[in-house]
T-cell receptor, first 114, second 117 residues
Framework: SAVISQKPSRDICQRGTSLTIQCQVD?????MFWYRQQPGQSLTLIAT?????????ESGFVIDKFPISRPNLTFSTLTVSNMSPEDSSIYLC???????????FGSGTRLTVV | AQKITQTQPGMFVQEKEAVTLDCTYD???????LFWYKQPSSGEMIFLIY??????QNATEGRYSLNFQKARKSANLVISASQLGDSAMYFC??????????????FGQGTRLTINP
């Protein structure tokens, strides 16, 4: 299965600023997924990113707040824009490769907004 | 809509005992897959076990087994001979959709498992 390198692993940011999270995959993958995990909660899908097309956002998430880049089949970024303390969460990227159960997750970005 | 329900917010088990974590699901799609993930305090998601909707036998992976009862729409995780390192958050998840489609995962609320020495 694919191996994902996710950066940064954690960050503390000022409200009103933006943070870009990067995920690099060691092989080409068609779909990448971005999740948010608020403190003590489950994972919620933010959007699905296919290479060469606009990301598909889930209900409650908008492109202006969470713009996603997918320039090639091995790389994607998620930006958390105009941050507020409510954005403090773990953000995880994920890919699907190698069959119906080949999901791989990045190690996560633990974001704290102060 | 697809939904995963985990009704046990927390579980406390003595070391070396077996533990069952409950998971029920709801979907109208005949093709689906069920997953269990472990999330330690570090935050990474560790894949444990997978069960496809058409699989005839319950999945097993070492100390992990999945008790799949399709008619009841349940997919409970059984951990045999629990170890202190099993203390973590456990998530049940469901993949819905055909291979050619957008196969996103839907997660349950999670169960925090604590193994006591």
């Amino acid at each position: 299965s694919a191996v994902i390198s996710q950066k940064p692993s954690r960050d503390i940011c000022q409200r009103g600023t933006s943070l870009t999270i990067q995920c690099q995959v060691d092989s080409q993958v068609t779909m990448m997924f971005w999740y948010r995990q608020q403190p003590g909660q489950s994972l919620t899908l933010i959007a699905t990113a296919n290479q060469g097309s606009e990301a598909t956002y889930e209900s409650g998430f908008v492109i202006d707040k969470f713009p996603i880049s997918r320039p090639n089949l091995t790389f994607s970024t998620l930006t958390v824009s105009n941050m507020s303390p409510e954005d403090s969460s773990i953000y995880l990227c994920s890919t699907l490769q190698g069959g119906v159960y080949g999901y791989t997750f990045g190690s996560g970005t633990r974001l704290t907004v102060v | 809509a697809q939904k995963i329900t985990q009704t046990q917010p927390g579980m406390f088990v003595q070391e070396k005992e077996a533990v069952t974590l409950d998971c029920t699901y709801d979907t109208s799609d005949p093709s689906y897959g069920l997953f269990w993930y472990k999330q330690p305090s570090s935050g990474e998601m560790i894949f444990l076990i997978y069960q496809g909707s058409y699989d005839q036998q319950n999945a097993t992976e070492g100390r992990y087994s999945l008790n799949f009862q399709k008619a009841r729409k349940s997919a409970n995780l059984v951990i045999s001979a629990s170890q202190l390192g099993d203390s973590a958050m456990y998530f049940c998840a469901m993949r819905v959709g055909q291979i050619q489609g957008a196969q996103k995962l839907v997660f349950g609320q999670g169960t925090r498992l604590t193994i006591n020495p």
